[in-house]
C-alpha cells in the first residue's frame, strides 16, 4: 500500500510521452492506495455522492468520489479525455453503452447496455476512448459505502449527460463538493447535507482535515455559486 502522496508524486514523475491509458493504468495497479491516506478527503452525502479534489495541474487531476448505498452517476462521457479509476473502500459497478443512433443537431442519442464490470479492492479500470459513455452504480445489494478513486488527463469542466429516457443528451458542467479536505461554497450545496460522518471502521476516528503534501498545487478556479451542481464521475 501507498499514501496518496506517493502516489501522486508517481504520477507526476511518469513522463509527458509516457502518460498514457496502458501506462497510467500499470501505474495505478501496481500502486494499491493506504485508505488511511485518502480518508481526509472523505465527505458523504445522503443525497448524491461526492467529488472532492486532492489535486490538479495542467496534466492531470485527482479526485476521490464518496457513495452511499445505492446512489448512482448519471450516464456520461469524459470529454474526450483519459481517465483512470480505482475503487479502494467498498464496490461499484460500472455499465458501459454504445451510441446506436445519434443526431447532434437535435440532442438526440439512443444508447444501448454493452458490458459491465464490478471494481474493489484497488482493482484498476480504465475508459477507453473507443467506447467512453458509461454509468457507475453502487448498488443496494452491495449494501456498503464506497470510495473511488479517479485519475482525469487532462482536467475538464464540462462533458456530456445521457437520458435513455428521453433519448437525450446536454453539456453540463462540473463541480467539486470539496477541495483539499474543505467543503466548496455553493448556494445550492446544503453544508447539512453533506457530512464527515462516522467513517467505516478502522477509520472512525480520523478528522476530516485535509494536509496538503508539500509543493503540490491546489488552487483551482472560483466558482460560480448560483450555478446548480453536477456530479458525474
Known amino acids: 500500500m501507498v499514501s496518496i502522496e506517493k502516489f501522486i508524486d508517481g504520477l507526476c514523475s511518469i513522463p509527458e510521452q509516457d502518460f498514457t491509458c496502458d501506462n497510467v493504468y500499470r501505474f495505478i495497479a501496481g500502486n494499491p492506495i493506504d485508505v488511511d491516506s485518502i480518508a481526509p478527503f472523505f465527505f458523504w452525502s445522503k443525497n448524491f455522492y461526492t467529488r472532492n479534489l486532492i489535486y490538479r495541474d495542467e496534466r492531470f487531476e485527482l479526485m476521490a468520489l464518496c457513495w452511499e448505498r445505492g446512489q448512482v452517476s448519471r450516464i456520461h462521457n469524459h470529454a474526450d479525455q483519459m481517465c483512470w479509476m480505482t475503487v479502494p473502500l467498498g464496490k461499484l459497478r460500472g455499465q458501459n453503452f454504445r451510441v446506436v443512433e445519434i443526431d447532434e443537431g437535435k440532442a438526440f442519442c439512443k444508447l444501448e447496455e454493452t458490458d459491465t464490470f ?116
Open 118 to 233: 464490478d471494481l474493489s479492492d484497488c482493482l484498476a479500470a480504465k475508459v477507453e476512448l473507443e467506447e467512453p459513455i458509461h454509468q457507475i452504480l453502487n448498488l443496494s445489494e452491495f449494501n456498503q459505502r464506497a470510495v473511488s478513486l479517479h485519475i482525469y488527463s487532462k482536467p475538464f469542466e464540462k462533458c456530456l449527460s445521457y437520458c435513455r429516457d428521453t433519448d437525450s443528451f446536454k453539456e453540463v458542467p462540473l463541480f467539486y463538493t470539496s477541495i483539499s479536505g474543505g467543503l466548496s461554497s455553493f448556494q445550492s450545496l446544503s453544508r447539512k447535507a453533506i457530512q464527515n460522518s462516522s467513517l467505516p471502521k478502522p477509520f472512525s476516528s480520523v478528522v476530516c482535515t485535509a494536509s496538503k503534501p508539500r509543493g503540490r498545487k491546489y488552487a483551482v478556479s472560483s466558482f460560480n455559486s448560483a450555478m446548480p451542481l453536477t456530479f458525474i464521475t
